[in-house]
């Protein structure tokens, strides 16, 4: 079903995707820390980014509450959905910065190792923003065993599971 909420969210989050590098594109700066927790909110960018993980994990969990998540098909249909234009922008990427690349800088990208710093390419403005990928499809490979554990021991677990992580981190 349809969640109007989801939408404003989501809104929102773009809103302060849009904030955040129109700061640092005006302002000539790159990765500012703010002077205070507001001001973080505008113009840092893990509060977008985290906003927009948690939306997806929401939609993700909202949707297939009632069914049965078969890993591979699910696996496969995010494959097919973000791969052509993944490789279209790694392609461009490699094309607009030759000087950037590397056989193992692009491999990189494609083993979900591509968080920055990559440390083997710099594929310029269109390499920066491939690390997204890498981030969503681990929440993707991680999603259906989450899933399958909040059905089998409830809310409490996942919340220990991501507290305990937070402590190893």
Not at 44 to 60: C, D, K, N, R
Not at 92 to 110: D, E, K, N, R, W
Not at 146 to 163: I, M, N, Q, S
């Given at each position: ?62 949707g297939a509450l009632d069914h049965e998540v078969q ?99």
């Open positions: 079903a349809y969640v109007p909420g989801v939408d404003h969210l989501r809104g929102m989050a773009a809103i302060l995707m849009v904030l955040y590098h129109g700061y640092q594109q005006l302002g000539d700066k790159v990765f500012v820390r703010a002077g205070n927790p507001l001001e973080a909110v505008l113009i840092e960018g893990h509060t977008a980014v985290a906003l927009f993980m948690v939306l997806s994990g929401f939609i993700f969990t909202y890993y591979r098909p699910f696996l496969l249909n995010r494959v097919l959905r973000i791969m052509p234009m993944y490789v279209l922008v790694v392609l461009l990427a490699v094309y607009t910065s030759p000087a950037g690349y590397s056989f193992t800088g692009v491999l990189q990208l494609f083993t979900l190792q591509g968080t920055p710093p990559i440390a083997e390419a710099d594929l310029g403005p269109f390499g920066a923003l491939l690390w997204t990928i890498s981030v969503e499809f681990a929440f993707y490979l991680v999603f259906p065993f989450l899933l399958r554990f909040l059905r089998a021991y409830g809310p409490r677990y996942l919340v220990g599971l991501v507290l305990m992580l937070n402590l190893l981190r």
